[in-house]
């Protein structure tokens, strides 16, 4: 990622407390809501109503916060609502994400650029701030919508059910105290947790996350030898934002991010769990680890410095797995 200022292009890859050396992410800039009768949501303003082709996305296929997005896309049947964007997995410090010819691009085809920070100055042209994937995008006000993925996670779970969305609702009322609770819990500890480790510049905050992480783990391991998934008897929004870490995790941050106590595999409740969301309908296909790979090998020269990608780990994510152990009739 990096930030527009006064116009110009600064690579940054992470906010740095130059004295701790901690990774601290940086925040999203655009906070609207696109909802079913186009009235302002819980922040932003009015204006954006949910209506077919009105809306696109700009993704990473790397990136863990855009893939929740594409996710419930997916398994909502969007397609047909929100079209897509694939920045290049390749992520240079002179332009930052790009649209140029690559393995799983799909180019700008609503604003014609080239450049991912030349869409954030579209939307504001005195933009200043953080340039990042996802970005949800109005075609019809010509201005960016959301780039917070757990929000745009959550309009597009509801905000189109009236258009003819898929059936599913994987941020029920029943659930949503629990959901938000296990949320907030596996974003500081797993979610962030294997960035502040990748991205420490000492060795102290690293150690410390690293220990955080795989408590965390321990812990999401214990509750899923007892419930097939994070929260309730369903697959909820706690589970795609999860999985999005998870899937990435001995690919790329066991190895890059020096996560290496365990191996996701060496958890077998974890690893099951992540077979059978794998499993579901229409989700492997949001999934490209190679492209991933190209991604955070490739274009973190700081810990990184050669550039060379890894050919392994070989991982076959379709295996057989017991996806009915905790169903009552199972």
Known sequence: MGFLVNGQWEPVWYDTE???GEFKRLEPVFRNWITTDGQAGPTGTAGFKAEANRYHL????ACPWAHRTMIMRQIKGLE???SVSVVNAYMNDA???TFHEGAGVV???VNHKTLLHEIYTLAEPNFTGVVSVPLLWDKKLKTAVNNESSEIIRMLNSAFDHLGAKAGDYYPASLRTEIDEINEFVYQTINN????????TKQAPYERAVTKLFAALDVCEARLSKQRFLVGNQL???DIRLFTTLVRFDAVYYGHFKCNLKRLVDYPNL????LDIYQHQGIAQTVDLEYSKAHYYGSHDTINPTGIIPLGPIQDFNQVHNRNRFDKNG
């Open 18 to 20: 130059t004295t701790q």
């Open 58 to 61: 700009y993704i990473s296929l």
């Open 80 to 82: 047909a609502f929100i």
């Open 95 to 97: 332009e930052g994400w």
């Open 107 to 109: 180019e700008d085809n």
């Open 193 to 200: 947790g294997v960035y502040r480790a990748g991205f420490a």
């Open 236 to 238: 909820t929004e706690a």
């Open 271 to 274: 690893f099951n769990y992540l």
